[in-house]
């Protein structure tokens, strides 16, 4: 058979397949491409490192992690054609898979371990690296029984849509130079429009109703604020998640801020709740941003939690099945390091019962000498991490499959919620019982992040021909450089910014994390009330077919941050509905989807460069300017700029 060197996919190769279809491979499985080599390696360290740079300083300030795996295809498509190489297929994909390590690693360890600054809680640059490592191992690990059923058993049934995005890049060839420069591009653009934001201040970085003085009187009266976050970075963001998906996030966040919010205002004006630092105030003396913090968060969390019971209640039929076909291969029923076709090897069992097995034994050391310091309740934690890991594993790579998002956050809530209560069963409370819970609540985070993003990789390599095997040895390499890379960040930017009070990095997923186990942890007021209520609006929302995770994920992060994902996501469609000839639409989307990558990768790797300058004391910023409402009214104007930008550029592509 010979090698198919089209730069197109034929057409029944990841497409959903009719029964009795053939899937033909672009790299047929009886060759031997080239693979692994000095270049692919050495090229996906670089991006590992540039992109968990890049996500975690996104994730930490407006909540939400980009998926590496695009920006890098495309990139690593572009310099390979750029510089002259042939035949990269095979080495792209593990440069993709390799680089792809960053977005996960960084999703799993910004939800979580940010808590234990916010709980004034030590977190040294060791406990971050090894709760990322050893929770991204278990990931891999536990995924690959499972990789025969969803990327070949499930063939044609599932539409990874990432995957697909991402393997339509890998094997445009004629473009490839011009979507490079296009990303590029636009990368400079999001990423000095950014820069000056966070590093200048010459306009602002949000825009509020406060602007005007009939918004004041609305906010301060009636509790209502309209805000919007400025960043080019988010707003490409709201392009690639689209329109539907944003519109059920805003629905949500809508619901909090323009009915509950005042709502709870308006009814209850003279109730007391503490806000913190010892301040007692009465609902009427709260802003609208406490209300929410007090009141309606609690609602988004317990939303959330019940929206990962839902998922791990939908598959269990997968778990069933899967195991049972693990099981056959460990038991030599089918072997599965020696099959006749290269496209079907993975790793041993016995390799992954041996990995396993090691790291649950690097857990447990961890937890015992570095968390916990009691052997009983250090296995008690280890039990905790293995079951529930496995259980999630199955729910995160579903929900990659069907929709390309992972609700690991859900997961994890739910996670410390079951850990806290069993820990203090246990005696383990107090500091040190928050302690172990966000490093448990880390490693399992990290583990069901890695295992959603890991099965993108996967898919792709089975749609065009490439050897699991490989990818899933060197995914481990891709690991081990994005917990490092996210150690780091995290810490000058814990440093730089940190997670409290004025200027502060957001951190919603970690900052609900907090809020959930303080009070479970040191014997406090738990709004368990709110949370059942939120987790009974998220069975109701399941009950009439409307997604419950990004629902109550708007309920949960503030309405600065969801309200650009919206005007992103208006782009979006505005972009590919313009015309009648559907091919122009698709031409144009896909345009606008290399725009909204640069925005992203630039603004989120200058907004790296800039808190480097600050941990620095470079302070460049202009303090005074900005609080001017020049600067906000500037803001608005630039941001109506990139916008029409976005949009004019977008809507110039053509169908090849």
Request: with cysteine.
């Amino acid at each position: 058979m010979e090698e198919n060197k089209s730069s197109r996919l034929p057409d029944n190769a990841y497409r959903p397949l009719r029964e009795g279809e053939k899937y033909i491979p672009l790299l047929p499985a009886r060759e031997n491409p080239r693979e692994v080599t000095p270049y692919s390696v050495i090229m996906g360290i670089i991006m590992a490192i540039l992109f968990s740079a890049a996500t975690a300083y996104l994730g930490l300030k407006v909540g939400q992690v980009f998926e590496a795996a695009i920006p890098i295809a495309i990139l690593a498509v572009g310099i390979g054609s750029l510089s002259g190489k042939k035949n990269m297929l095979g080495q792209n994909v593990i440069i993709q898979s390799i680089g792809a390590s960053s977005g996960v690693i960084v999703a799993g360890a910004i939800f979580t371990l940010p808590a234990l600054y916010i709980l004034q809680l030590e977190a040294g640059f060791w406990q971050i690296f090894l709760s990322s490592f050893v929770g991204g191992c278990l990931g891999i690990l536990l995924l690959i029984p499972f990789r025969r059923y969803f990327v070949q058993e499930m063939h044609g049934k599932y539409p990874f849509p990432e995957a697909t995005a991402t393997t339509e890049v890998l094997v445009t060839g004629e473009s490839a130079g011009k979507q490079t420069k296009l990303l590029a591009l636009s990368g400079l653009i999001g990423g000095l429009y950014d820069f000056i934001i966070s590093t200048f201040g010459w306009w602002t970085d949000e825009i509020s109703t406060r602007m005007m003085a009939w918004g004041e009187t609305l906010a301060d009266k009636y509790k209502m604020v309209f805000k919007l976050n400025t960043g080019a970075a988010v707003l490409g963001l709201g392009y690639i998640i689209g329109l539907p998906y944003v519109a059920i996030i805003c629905g949500g966040s809508f619901l909090v801020w323009f009915v509950i919010v005042p709502l709870i205002g308006y009814f209850a004006p003279g109730m007391t709740l503490p806000v913190g630092d010892g301040i007692d105030l009465t609902v009427g003396a709260m802003s609208a941003e406490q209300i929410f913090a007090n009141y309606a968060r609690p609602l988004g969390i317990g939303g959330i939690a019940m929206a990962g019971i839902i998922g791990i209640l939908k598959s269990s039929g997968i778990i069933g099945r899967a195991v049972k076909l693990a099981a056959n291969e460990l038991g030599n029923k089918r072997d599965l390091n020696g099959p006749t076709l290269r496209t079907e090897q993975d790793l041993s069992m016995k390799f992954v019962l041996v990995g396993i097995i090691a790291a649950l034994i690097t857990t447990f050391v961890f937890f015992q000498f570095g968390v916990i310091h009691n052997i009983s309740q250090t296995l008690i934690a280890l039990l905790i991490v293995f079951v529930i890991a496995f259980l999630f594993t199955t729910v995160a790579a579903n929900a990659i499959a069907i929709v390309g998002s992972n609700p690991v956050s859900g997961m994890t809530l739910m996670t410390l919620i079951l850990t806290s209560v069993i820990l203090v069963s246990v005696g383990i409370q107090g500091e040190r019982g928050m302690m172990a819970a966000m490093i448990i609540g880390g490693v399992v985070c990290t583990a069901l992040s890695m295992a959603g993003g890991f099965i993108t990789d996967l898919k792709i390599g089975y749609w065009l021909g490439t050897t699991p095997q490989k990818q899933e040895k060197w995914k481990f390499l891709g690991t081990f450089v994005s917990a490092l890379t996210v150690a780091g960040v995290m810490i000058i930017l814990s440093k730089t910014y940190g997670f409290e009070g004025e200027g502060a990095l957001v951190a919603p997923q970690a900052n609900a994390m907090a809020a959930v186990i303080k009070p479970l942890m040191e014997g406090g007021e738990t709004p368990w009330i709110l949370y059942a209520v939120g987790a009974i609006l998220a069975l109701i929302l399941n009950f009439i077919k409307v997604p419950a995770l990004p629902f109550a994920l708007g309920m949960f992060i503030p309405l600065q941050l969801n309200v650009p994902l919206l005007v992103g996501g208006l782009i979006s469609h505005f972009v590919g509905s313009r015309s009648k000839d559907a091919s122009i639409n698709k031409a144009r989307r896909d345009k606008g989807t290399l725009i909204a990558s640069g925005f992203i990768a630039g603004g989120a790797l200058m907004g790296v460069v800039s808190a480097i300058l600050k941990f620095n004391n470079v302070d460049l910023f202009a303090s005074k300017w900005y609080a001017t409402p020049s600067a906000h009214w500037l803001s608005l104007a630039m941001y109506l700029l990139i916008i029409a930008y976005f949009a004019w550029d977008a809507i110039r592509g053509q169908k090849k």
